[in-house]
Nanobody, 126 residues
Framework: VQLVESGGGSVQAGESLKLSCGAS?????????FGWFRQTPGKGREGLAT???????TVADSVKGRFTISQDNAKNTVYLRMNSLKPEDSAMYYC?????????????????????WGQGTQVTVS
């Protein structure tokens, strides 16, 4: 499966962005769970949110209340809506996927839990 992120850019503090993650080469799109991560230079990837095949979501405490994950199965796309952005939200944002049959064990926020990754989209908040 191939994942392509888009929607990043440069915004002012307090503004919003909606990132998209398009999934291709699926036989059946809905049989994956997805996660969003971010990474700044010199630091590891931070798990932000995950969404399961049935629509169940989990959002990290660090961004809860500001970030929302959602999916559109018809468009094979997962989204990350980010509100009230802060300069410390500046990072490269990545989308990741794991086969759905294997999504109910382990830690969704662990980088090694996912099988597929996109190339990332840069978000800069000033």
């Amino acid at each position: 499966v191939q994942l392509v992120e888009s929607g990043g850019g440069s915004v002012q503090a307090g503004e919003s962005l909606k990132l998209s993650c398009g999934a291709s080469s699926y036989k059946t799109y809905s049989k994956y769970c997805f996660g969003w991560f971010r990474q700044t230079p010199g630091k590891g990837r931070e798990g932000l949110a995950t969404i399961f095949e049935d629509g169940t979501t989990t959002v990290a405490d660090s961004v809860k209340g500001r970030f929302t994950i959602s999916q559109d199965n018809a468009k094979n796309t997962v989204y990350l809506r980010m509100n009230s952005l802060k300069p410390e939200d500046s990072a490269m944002y990545y989308c990741a996927a794991r086969p759905s049959y294997d999504c109910y064990s382990g830690s969704w926020s662990s980088v090694g839990w996912y099988n597929y990754w996109g190339q990332g989209t840069q978000v800069t908040v000033s």
